[in-house]
């Protein structure tokens, strides 16, 4: 190749590298001269709430995958419905479900304080995700930033977009590549079901009809979850290590514990059982992946640049 060749031939490879790596505008270092407390600020206040309500963690990290999954990590999820505005909170799956925005308005309450009008909330919520991770002994890993606000919200979107704990193993995998997810990446992001809890009216068909469950697991949660009444009482996704951030939740997969019909399908003979095995044993590779998956997962469809705004309060726009 010639001298010029092989220069344009750089050229060119640099400039598809810049259009084709996803979210070249997003970076960890985002706010490193605007804000550079962003990432202690957050911390210290996820330490608080968590040392408050361990389960705050888990509640965050599923709040910034409803958020993710509908028209992207744009806040959208954390917009309160008003006279003339629909949001996505009443959304079927998240109705008297997804919880932490008052943690969230406090993030972003210290953030305001410290660096005014520059820190998106969906940011704030990926941030936010990473270390309540990371502080219920979970792994980390750097989160790009530099996701602006959404204006809108869409509450058909999270009715469609969310999957349901109710989808069989080729829906949900059909649910996650909408997203541009992969099945390891479905099955490694399940495993966020190693903290938090969930409530008998989505468990009671899988602990009452299934027969894939251990007998005494389907007992033990019987017990508070009632064949009629009880919709709302709670149990652990993980009864093992329920405020602990660890590979626990796949042991239980192969041991037919798995709480969530969603859950229990990545390991009944399908496609998922070996790499389900593999972190089981392994919560090295499970911490690996997870955190990869998280990174891909916080880049759907972000606003950037000058789409969005950067919201004064999460719960309503400017
Ligand atoms: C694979 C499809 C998924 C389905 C069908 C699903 C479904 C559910 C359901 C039904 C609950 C209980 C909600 C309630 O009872 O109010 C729940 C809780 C939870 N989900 Fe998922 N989920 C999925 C994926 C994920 C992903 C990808 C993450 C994050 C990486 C995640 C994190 C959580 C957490 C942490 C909780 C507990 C929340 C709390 O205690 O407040 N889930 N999920
Ligand atoms: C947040 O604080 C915890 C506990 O002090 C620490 O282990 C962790 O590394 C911090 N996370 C970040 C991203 O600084
Ligand atoms: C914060 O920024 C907003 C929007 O730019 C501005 O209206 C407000 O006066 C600022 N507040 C402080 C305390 O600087
Ligand atoms: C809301 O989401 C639905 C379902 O995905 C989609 O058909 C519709 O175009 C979206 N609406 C707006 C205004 O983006
Ligand atoms: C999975 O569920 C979908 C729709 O919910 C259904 O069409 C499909 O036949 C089911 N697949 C299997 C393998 O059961
Ligand atoms: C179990 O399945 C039967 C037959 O389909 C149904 O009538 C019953 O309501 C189911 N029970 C629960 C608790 O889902």
């Given at each position: ?52 309500e ?58 305001e304080?410290?660096?005014n ?23 980390s ?36 590549a ?26 009671r ?20 979850c ?77 606003l950037?640049?000058?789409n ?11």
């Open positions: 190749m010639s001298s010029i060749n092989t220069c344009f031939y750089v050229i060119v490879s640099i400039l598809s590298l810049l259009a084709f790596s996803s979210n070249a505008n997003l970076s960890p270092h985002f706010y490193a001269r605007t804000c550079p407390n962003l990432q202690t600020i957050v911390n210290n206040t996820m330490k608080q709430a968590i040392a408050t361990p389960r705050i963690g888990a509640s965050i990290l599923r709040l910034f995958f409803h958020d993710c999954f509908v028209q992207g990590c744009d806040a959208s999820i954390l917009l309160d419905d008003t006279a003339t505005f629909i949001g996505e909170k009443t959304a079927f799956p998240n109705i008297n479900s997804v919880r932490g925005f008052e943690v969230i308005d406090n993030i972003k309450h210290n953030v304080a410290a660096c009008a520059t820190v998106s909330c969906a940011d704030i919520l990926a941030l936010a995700a990473r270390d309540g991770v990371v502080l219920l002994g979970g792994p890993w750097k989160v790009p930033l530099g996701r602006r606000d959404s204006r809108t919200a869409n509450k058909s979107a999270a009715n469609s977009d969310l999957p349901s704990p109710f989808l069989n193993l080729s829906a949900l995998i059909t649910s996650f909408h997203k541009g997810l992969t099945a390891r990446d479905l099955t490694a992001l399940s495993g966020g079901h190693t903290i938090g809890k969930a409530q008998c009216q989505f468990f068909t899988r602990i009452y009809n299934e027969t894939n469950i251990d007998p005494n697991f389907a007992a033990t949660r019987r017990a508070t009632p064949v009629s009444g009880g919709n709302t009482n709670l149990a652990p996704l993980d009864t093992v290590t329920p405020t602990h951030f660890d590979n626990n939740y796949y042991t239980n997969l192969v041991n037919q514990r798995g709480l969530l019909h969603s859950d229990q399908v990545l390991f009944n003979g399908g496609s998922q059982d070996a790499l389900v095995s593999t972190y089981s044993g392994n919560s090295a590779a499970f911490f690996k992946d997870f955190a990869v998956a998280m990174v891909k997962m916080g880049n759907i469809s972000p950037t640049g000058t969005g705004e950067i919201r004064r309060n999460c719960r309503v726009v400017n």
